[in-house]
């Protein structure tokens, strides 16, 4: 068994991050979570994007204390013992696998409104888009991470671009009235904004790789969360300013707003950064993903052949391998019945909310500064509010606790394969 290789700086870090939470979910949920809550849905983006601060730099202070590829799984094994560490494993299993191929189908969904294509295309297009995630980072972590970032800085243009070109359309008059539909849309939102925001724990999974962590982890967070707060709600400022969403436009919210801009050619340009937005997120999930998997593996939840690295890239292949089972799985069940979108994410954001819900609780437990425990506690609090708003999505996470117990009673994953 080799050891992962430190090869990542805090760019390669920054780069991971914005590329991990920058996701599919800007193409679609500022005019989606408008359509649901009105301008009012705005606070939540605001709300949300502040409220992510203290949970982004809780993650980071564990991945600076606690190295270690499995991410939340390892605080909360450090934290509250095996079993817990086991059961953050299994719902982690539950969220890549659906989400990845989540975020590719709302991707290529942009390519197929403008190139027309059909819906197999269009699932064969978000099939190619993971099978390239899976292939460079099966190559190596400062490919993977080279990648990202480029990716990364050509995003952070294109949608600053974007929120400038769009704001000469922007009416007043669009923010009222500012509670159309009362407050309860304004709390189902912010369940499903969870989406948008999810990915700050995969830094953590990388953390392993980095050069230096104790520097290169909090700044790249630091930059990251920057990037990413200003341009999510610069992009909902403009979507409500030009109301540019309603009933017919949540599939492509992003490009209605680029065409107000620059007409029915710039909307191509999104075409564009939609394959690069998916790409980006899909590339640093499968990255976190594996090492999870790989570090489950080592610490004995999950079979031991997941816990080999290639003898030369030095990555988790045999995860990486077998991800691709799920992904084709998802896509057969998308190409036979498509999801409604609203459900589509909604799902794997209970898993992500419950899955920060123990990490903040691990870093209450852990971090011994006042400031840092006061930021989990926050962190905590506030991702509780946002379960109680997931409805029936919640007895997801509840069913893959239950089957993490029962594995638990009975013990098969330390099988040699």
């Known amino acids: 068994m080799t050891t992962l290789k430190r090869a990542l700086t805090w760019r390669e870090g920054a780069g991971f991050t914005v590329a991990a939470v920058l996701g599919s979910g800007v193409l679609v949920l500022p005019s989606l979570t408008a359509t649901m809550a009105g301008p009012a849905s705005l606070w939540v983006w605001v709300l949300i994007s502040l409220a992510m601060i203290p949970i982004a730099l809780t993650l980071g202070q564990l ?21 817990s560490g086991r059961v953050i494993g ?10 990845a191929p989540a975020a590719a189908v709302i991707g290529m969904d942009y390519v197929r409104a403008f190139l027309h294509w059909s819906w197999p295309l269009t699932i064969g297009g978000a099939a190619i888009i993971l099978a ?9 972590v400062e490919l993977s991470g080279r990648t990202a970032t480029i990716i990364v800085v050509i995003i952070a243009v294109v949608m600053l671009a974007a929120v400038i070109l769009a704001m000469p359309h922007m009416n007043s008059r669009s923010f009222s009235p500012w509670l159309p539909h009362g407050w309860i849309p304004v709390g189902q939102s912010l369940a499903l904004l969870f989406w948008a925001f999810v990915g700050w724990e995969m830094l953590g999974h990388m953390a392993e790789e980095f050069v230096n962590p104790t ?13 990413i707060d200003v341009l999510y709600v610069a992009v909902s400022v403009v979507t409500i300013g030009t109301h540019t969403y309603g009933p017919g436009k949540t599939g492509d919210g992003l490009a209605q707003l680029v065409g107000l801009g620059l007409g029915r050619e710039g909307m191509a340009v999104i075409v564009v950064l939609a394959i690069l937005v998916t790409y980006g997120t899909i590339h640093t999930y499968v990255a976190g993903f594996s090492r999870l998997v790989y570090a ?5 939840d999950l079979p031991l052949a997941f816990a080999q690295l290639h003898g030369r890239f030095r990555t ?3 995860v990486l391998i077998a991800l691709a089972v799920p992904f084709v799985l998802v896509l057969v069940v998308e190409w036979v019945h498509p999801l409604d979108l609203s459900q589509l994410i909604v799902w794997p954001s209970a898993i992500f ?18 400031r840092h425990r006061a930021a989990a506690v926050f962190g905590l609090g506030f ?35």
């Open 63 to 83: 991945a600076v204390r606690y190295p270690d590829a499995g991410g939340i799984a390892a605080y909360v094994r450090e934290a509250f013992g095996t079993f």
């Open 132 to 140: 390239g995630a899976i292939m460079a980072n099966y190559l190596g």
């Open 215 to 227: 520097i290169d982890v909090p700044r790249s967070l630091a930059l990251a969360i920057m990037v």
């Open 90 to 99: 299994y719902l982690y299993l539950a969220t890549v696998p659906v989400a």
């Open 316 to 318: 988790p292949s045999r």
């Open 383 to 417: 991702s509780i509010v946002a379960l109680s708003f997931v409805g029936w999505a919640l007895v997801l996470p509840l069913v893959i606790i239950a089957a993490a117990w029962v594995e638990g009673k009975f013990p098969v994953a330390a099988t040699k394969m």
């Open 353 to 370: 909310i419950v899955l920060y819900i123990a990490a903040m609780a691990a870093g209450w437990r852990l971090l011994a500064k006042p």
């Open 296 to 300: 489950q593996s080592r610490a004995g």
